[in-house]
């Protein structure tokens, strides 16, 4: 079974500032899917960036860009010119290539973008 | 583009009541999926469809039921409501055409079970 853990509960930073939030996860497969989700204190879940297992080449999307390090098991997320607008919980998501198309999440960051 | 649509917004029940849940995918996606969002336990799997068949279940008692129409919307039973039942419910669409490697979400329904 695979596990996404994400040990950082709460984060807080000022506008304008960069900001990294972690993510592991534990899987035997070679071949999957990892995701950034945010859901701010509207609750709807907003697919924020995506990375292919296969691709060496780390994701990006505008101020948001990821560390994938798969030896490592390593998935993080920055979050560039942090905005008070990223103010949300960010959760990080596996899902194998094929197979049961299931997404397993982890618990979540809370972060807080200050002015 | 209109987005994957739940209703209602919000439910109250009672212990032992039944509930549906509805969602409507994005136009052109097949798969649903219904995730719980339960305080303290995170987002866990419930369930999928796709082309109207259920394909997998989460570690969900049998009285999480649902099914899929045939265009694509989706109901989600939950009978015999127990308090711990109370949660967020989260229904989430994607696309053959993207080999289903993204999952759009919906604002989903919360769920308050008395």
Redesign the interface.
């Known amino acids: 079974a695979q596990t996404v853990t994400q040990s950082q509960p709460e984060m807080s930073v000022q506008e304008a500032e960069t900001v990294t939030l972690s993510c592991t996860y534990d899987t035997s497969e070679n071949n999957y899917?990892l995701?950034w989700?945010k859901q701010p204190p509207?609750?709807?879940?907003?697919?924020v960036i995506?990375q292919?297992a296969y691709k060496q080449q780390n994701a990006t999307e505008n101020r948001f860009s990821v560390n994938f390090q798969k030896a490592a098991k390593s998935f993080s997320l920055k979050i560039s010119d942090s905005q008070l607008g990223d103010t949300a919980m960010y959760?990080c998501a596996f899902?194998k290539?094929g197979g049961?198309?299931?997404?397993?999440?982890?618990?979540?960051t809370r972060l807080t973008i200050n002015p | 583009e209109a987005g994957v649509t739940q209703s209602p917004t919000h439910l109250i029940k009672t212990r032992g009541q039944q509930v549906t849940l509805r969602c409507s995918p994005i136009s052109g996606h097949t798969s649903v999926y219904w995730y719980q969002q339960a305080l303290g336990l995170g987002l866990q799997f419930l369930l999928w469809y796709d082309e109207g068949e259920e394909r997998n279940r989460g570690n969900f008692p049998p009285r999480f039921s649902g099914r899929q129409f045939p265009n694509y919307s989706s109901e989600l039973n939950v009978n015999a409501l127990e308090l711990e039942d109370s949660a967020l419910y989260l229904c989430a669409s994607s696309s053959r055409d993207r080999a289903h490697s993204e999952q759009f979400f919906g604002p989903g329904t919360r769920l308050t079970v008395l």
């Open positions: 899917y995701f989700y509207s609750r709807q879940m907003i697919l995506r292919e959760f899902m290539h049961a198309q299931k997404l397993v999440f982890g618990q979540g």
